[in-house]
């Protein structure tokens, strides 16, 4: 284990995705947000990306020098919260 | 970008970079990929991760017996070993004598192209995944050597390589236009910018259609909406193959590699643009789901997404020469299954343009059989 204080720093708690992994990938020219987001899965864990997303498009801002309100933020798609699978066959029983 | 290129290919999703991929490795140097978006954001970034070879005609068995041998290797290959296709199998659960039959038959088939599949028993069913309902299950079609893959580790990988290799990828870049002079292929006419180019290669997908049209080419291709849906995780291997159940709504799901469940059922809308995710769709998969593995109406959906299919009559993709146009390529239309037979389809292309023939059975995708009307048999379609 490298002693990067980077690698133990974790931006997306859902996925486990380090401070490290995503400023190699911005490193590498990746700074699209979805880009990142495919490759890692940051902010596809159960939160969605509540806690994560802000947080990467600090890192890109701080890194690219873009202004945070110019970085795209991934669209929220739905279900918006988490649903149960029996929470839906439960509407379809009542037909 | 350059404004001159050998290749120019529009596309930047599996199928365009594959190609560019066996391109480069045939020592074509001049190769530039133009993506409206960024690589992956067409369909592939929005599929179902399966790969099988359980079909039930020679020439798509043959070339996902190709593309399995491919996807086996291309990791070690381009030297970024993450991506690696996992051989957890394809299991389609049958319910009714006919559909035995016929699976039977596909196998026998399957077998005689060396793909190792067979008819299992509900019990070897369950074996396989313990928690399938096999109340009314009375026979399986199971192949070990099926399997997935990861779509985002495929295009990094590949976009990884291809840089270093030379190609030129432009992102955000659309191609407008295809320029023809004289009947042949003169360049692309870009957002950015003209470019010439000796040969054109239409990788463009659901989208194929609109550059299509501007030549007067008519090829029946048209963009369908399917869903597709993730569950948080759960243990991994508790559903390791594809599970696939026709009964149910066409349902396939399986378990990605960080444990979430993955799939979508066969409910499709179109021809559309629109992609929005819809409430019915979550339901259904819901209550298929949740009847083909019960213990999954406890699981929590957490993504649902929309994306298109492709599709032609027959549900096979159109991949050849423009006849029209001398340097027209086209490989497009894959119905649902383009991201499996990427590697097949890229290394046919790449022969078919550097060497004018390849070994894969590409007539079987002819573009023109449509318009002289010869349909093939309707490949087996997911979702
Ligand atoms: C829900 C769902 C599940 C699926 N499941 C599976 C599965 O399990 N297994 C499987 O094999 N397949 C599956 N598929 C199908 C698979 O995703 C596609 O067949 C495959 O990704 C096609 O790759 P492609 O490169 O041809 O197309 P795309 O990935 O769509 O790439 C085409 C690219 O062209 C770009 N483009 C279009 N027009 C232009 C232009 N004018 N200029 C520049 N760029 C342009 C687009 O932005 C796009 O990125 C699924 C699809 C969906 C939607
Ligand atoms: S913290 Fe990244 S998805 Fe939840």
């Known amino acids: 284990m490298s002693d990067d204080p980077r690698e133990r720093i974790i931006i997306c708690r859902c996925n486990e995705v380090t401070q490290k992994q995503i400023e190699d990938l911005i490193d590498q020219g990746i700074t699209d947000i979805e880009m990142i987001k495919r490759i890692t899965h940051i902010g596809m864990g159960p939160c969605q990306g509540r806690t994560c997303i802000p947080l990467v498009a600090g890192i890109i801002a701080r890194k690219t020098g873009k202004k945070i309100e110019d970085i795209k933020i991934p669209a929220t798609r739905v279900p918006v919260r988490p649903v149960q699978m029996g929470v839906l066959v439960g509407d379809e029983d009542e037909e | 970008m350059k404004n001159k290129v050998d290749i120019a290919i529009i596309g930047g999703g599996i199928i365009g970079l594959y190609t560019a991929y066996e391109l480069a490795k045939r020592g074509v140097e001049n190769i530039a990929i133009y993506e409206k978006k960024y690589t992956g954001s067409g369909s592939t970034f929005r599929c179902g991760t399966g790969i099988r070879q359980q079909f039930g005609d020679g020439a798509n068995i043959k070339m996902m017996k190709r593309s399995v041998e491919k996807w086996s290797n291309i990791g070690e290959e381009i030297n970024f070993p993450q991506l690696k296709m996992e051989k957890t199998g394809y299991l389609f659960l049958l319910y009714s004598e006919e559909e035995v039959d016929r699976y039977k038959k596909n196998v026998a088939l399957q077998n005689s192209h060396g793909v190792p599949s067979r008819i299992i028993t509900p019990e070897e069913a369950r074996e396989i995944v313990s928690g399938l309902d096999i109340s009314e299950v009375i026979a399986a079609s199971w192949n070990p050597t099926d399997g997935k893959a990861d779509p ?110 993955i799939g979508g059922i066969a409910l499709k809308y179109g021809p559309t643009w629109d992609i929005t995710p819809t409430y019915d769709f979550m339901r259904e998969v819901a209550k298929n789901f949740s009847r083909i593995i019960p213990a999954l109406k406890y699981i929590t959906i957490i993504r649902q997404w929309g994306g298109y299919y492709a599709e032609t009559p027959d549900h096979n993709a159109a991949i050849g020469k423009i006849e029209e146009i001398e340097g027209y390529y086209l490989a497009a239309g894959f119905s649902g299954h383009g991201f499996m037979l990427a590697p097949a389809v890229a290394e046919g292309m790449a022969d078919l343009i550097t060497k004018g023939s390849s070994t894969l059975p590409l007539e079987f995708y002819d573009p023109y059989r449509f318009q002289r009307g010869e349909l093939r048999e309707q490949a087996i379609q997911m979702g």
């Not at chain 2, 950015?192 to 180019?197: D, E, F, L, P, S």
């Not at chain 2, 299509?212 to 849906?229: A, D, M, S, T």
């Open chain 2, 152 to 261: 985002f580790l495929a295009v990094h990988g590949l976009v990884r390589v291809l840089k270093k290799m030379g190609v030129e990828i432009n992102e955000y870049t659309e191609v407008k236009e295809i320029k023809v002079k004289d009947g042949a292929v003169e360049g692309v006419k870009t957002d950015k910018g003209k470019v010439k180019a000796d040969i054109v290669l239409n990788a463009a997908n659901a989208w194929a259609k609109i550059l299509n049209e501007k030549l007067g080419v008519k090829i029946p291709i048209e963009p369908y909406k399917h869903q597709g849906i993730v569950t948080e995780p759960l243990k991994i291997g508790e559903i390791k193959p594809m599970v696939v159940s026709f009964r149910h709504g066409g349902a396939y799901l399986t378990q990605e590699s960080n444990g979430g469940v």
